[in-house]
Structures are given as structure tokens and as C-alpha cells.
């Protein structure tokens, strides 16, 4: 078994070859949360950003960063320790602007409007429909030959009987 070094901050069990990378940007370690929440809201909106904008952030500040500095953790790592971008956000107590621009309840009230507007549409249609043509008389017939017949009988003269209402 290969020898593993566990990390004093989170317990996780470490490679010997990346525990300088770990340990410079674990989440547990005092700061780092603090430094990933001022890179994602800088301006203090309470908003966090996107996976992808962080990927891009958290990369330029750990190029720029001094070697013994703090480090920014991968938005991999992020993910993957609180199990989604959004668990991320949350626990840095931070809201998503996607979810903000597009709450789910517009798209559900958009939906039920549609679902309305269609209902509406058929309820008159078969409303028209009554009033131009009445129901059949009945759903099913015999014809000549004793066989019964979905549909309406049809009369002598090829019309169909309905009833009026
Ligand atoms: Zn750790």
C-alpha cells in the first residue's frame, strides 16, 4: 500500500506528490473560503458567478499569487468537496444570478398559460361543435349485414342522426 499523508484540515487522504497543491488551497484551510468568496463576489453583491467564470478567475490569481500565498482551490475541487456549484455558492452564502435573471416559477407560470390557452381552445371548439352539429345519437351501429360498427348510423340519405341541444 502506498503511504498517503492526511490533510490536517479537511482528513483527507493525500498522494505524497499533491499534497503541496492541497495544502495550499484546501478549503478548510483558514482563508481559503474567504479568498474564493472575494474572488467570486469582489464587489460584495452577494452574488457568486458562474463555474466557468470562476475557472478563469481562480487560474489568473493563482499565476499572479506569490508562491507562499494562498491559493485559490479548482472550481473541480470546489464541486466536488460540497457536491455541486450551487452547494458551493451556498455555503460561501452567496445567491446565483442565473437563478436570479430566470426564476423557476416565471417558467412554470409560462407553462400553465399555455396549458390554459390550450384547454380554453378545445373547450370552445367542442362548445362550437355542439352547438353547429349536436351529438351523435349513438357511437356504434349495425350495418346491413348485422356487423356492429363503430360510428353513427348513417341515414338513407348518407347524413348522420345527431341529437340537438
Ligand atoms: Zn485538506
Not at 56 to 81: G, H, Q
Not at 134 to 141: A, E, I, S
Request: a positive charge.
Amino acid at each position: 500500500m502506498r503511504e498517503t499523508i492526511t490533510c490536517p484540515h479537511c482528513g483527507e487522504s493525500l498522494q505524497p506528490l499533491g499534497v503541496g497543491m492541497h495544502m495550499a488551497s484546501c478549503i478548510r484551510k483558514p482563508g481559503v473560503l474567504a479568498l474564493v468568496r472575494e474572488l467570486m463576489d469582489p464587489d460584495n453583491t452577494g452574488y457568486g458567478c458562474t463555474v466557468d467564470a470562476y475557472r478563469r478567475i481562480s487560474v489568473a490569481y493563482n499565476d499572479a499569487a506569490p508562491a507562499d500565498a494562498v491559493r485559490a482551490p479548482s472550481s473541480d475541487t470546489l464541486a466536488r468537496k460540497c457536491g455541486s456549484w450551487g452547494a458551493v455558492l451556498e455555503l460561501l452564502g452567496l445567491k446565483s444570478r442565473q437563478r436570479a435573471r430566470q426564476p423557476r416559477r416565471d417558467a412554470r407560470a409560462i407553462e400553465q398559460a399555455a396549458i390554459a390557452e390550450v384547454a380554453e381552445a378545445i373547450t370552445r371548439q367542442h362548445a362550437e361543435r355542439l352547438i353547429e352539429r349536436g351529438l351523435p345519437v349513438c357511437d356504434f351501429h349495425y350495418d346491413a349485414t348485422g356487423q356492429r360498427v363503430h360510428g353513427p348510423r348513417p341515414l338513407p340519405d348518407g347524413r348522420v342522426a345527431r341529437i340537438l341541444r
